[in-house]
């Protein structure tokens, strides 16, 4: 078989006991943890109360990836508990703010975008999801489903569904730590997201799809995002089942 760069990069980002590098971390250029958007207008969200119902083991036996997808729209109180279930501050621990979902180092290198489509009391558009102030920060007004789905192969589960995350990573945050190795703790940190969006869902009725299939321009175009420093890996379709 015909090496390619994803055999090069698996081979040459592995660890090596004898070829470990020392030394200590420049703490003073450690990147922010928190992306904000100054200036943009802000929506509070409900506090994630806790899901009633449904157990974890019932929810991991039932959990499906939901592609159909009811016209009903999706409840803002809703929408913040996934929200917070994917990426929100759990604890406080010795100053230190920790989510729900784990992150190599404790790094948090992703960065979670809303594309509200049927969410009621919250209008089409394009939204940051502020993590330490558990809010939306709207950047963009408007119906944005074609695009969206367009950035997902065509496909048509971001047109119908109620809200689509987006997830992108902020190289820097794990490069800091762990130089060229960081790209396979960022993967494995948005695919932490990703499950924990899919137990949420199904603890709340829902239905979710996650999307890896993506046109990496068009998404990060669709986001702002420069696709070099910030780039979009990751997508999820959310709403009531058909």
């Known amino acids: 078989?015909?090496?390619?760069?994803?055999?090069?990069?698996?081979?040459?980002?592995?660890?090596?006991?004898?070829?470990?590098?020392?030394?200590?971390?420049?703490?003073?250029?450690?990147?922010?943890?928190?992306?904000?958007?100054?200036?943009?207008?802000?929506?509070?969200?409900?506090?994630?109360?806790?899901?009633?119902?449904?157990?974890?083991?019932?929810?991991?036996?039932?959990?499906?990836?939901?592609?159909?997808?009811?016209?009903?729209?999706?409840?803002?109180?809703?929408?913040?508990?996934?929200?917070?279930?994917?990426?929100?501050?759990?604890?406080?621990?010795?100053?230190?703010?920790?989510?729900?979902?784990?992150?190599?180092?404790?790094?948090?290198?992703?960065?979670?975008?809303?594309?509200a489509n049927n969410v009621r009391d919250l209008g089409p558009g394009l939204y940051h999801y502020a993590v330490k102030d558990h809010r939306l920060e709207?950047?963009?007004?408007?119906?944005l489903r074609l695009p969206t789905a367009r950035a997902a192969l065509g496909q048509r589960i971001c047109y119908d569904a109620a809200a689509v995350f987006v997830w992108t990573a902020v190289f820097e945050r794990s490069r800091w730590k762990y130089k060229q190795r960081a790209y396979r703790y960022i993967y494995m940190d948005a695919g932490h997201a990703g499950e924990n969006l899919y137990l949420a869902a199904t603890a709340l009725k829902l239905g979710a799809c996650t999307v890896g299939a993506l046109f990496d321009d068009d998404l990060n175009a669709l986001l702002g995002v420069?696709?070099?420093?910030?780039?979009?890996?990751?997508?999820?379709?959310?709403?009531?089942?058909?």
Do not use: C
Not at 90 to 106: I, V, W
Not at 228 to 242: D, F, K, L, R
């Open 1 to 115: 078989m015909t090496e390619g760069i994803g055999d090069r990069y698996h081979r040459e980002t592995k660890y090596h006991p004898d070829k470990m590098s020392g030394g200590g971390l420049d703490w003073a250029g450690k990147p922010a943890l928190y992306k904000e958007y100054p200036g943009r207008p802000r929506i509070e969200l409900p506090r994630p109360a806790p899901a009633k119902g449904m157990s974890l083991d019932e929810a991991l036996r039932t959990r499906t990836s939901v592609r159909d997808y009811s016209p009903e729209p999706l409840s803002l109180p809703d929408l913040a508990y996934l929200l917070w279930a994917t990426a929100g501050i759990q604890r406080t621990e010795r100053g230190h703010e920790f989510r729900t979902a784990p992150s190599a180092g404790a790094l948090y290198p992703i960065e979670t975008y809303v594309v």
């Open 138 to 143: 709207e950047l963009r007004t408007g119906d």
């Open 226 to 242: 420069d696709g070099i420093e910030e780039s979009g890996i990751y997508m999820a379709a959310v709403g009531h089942p058909a």
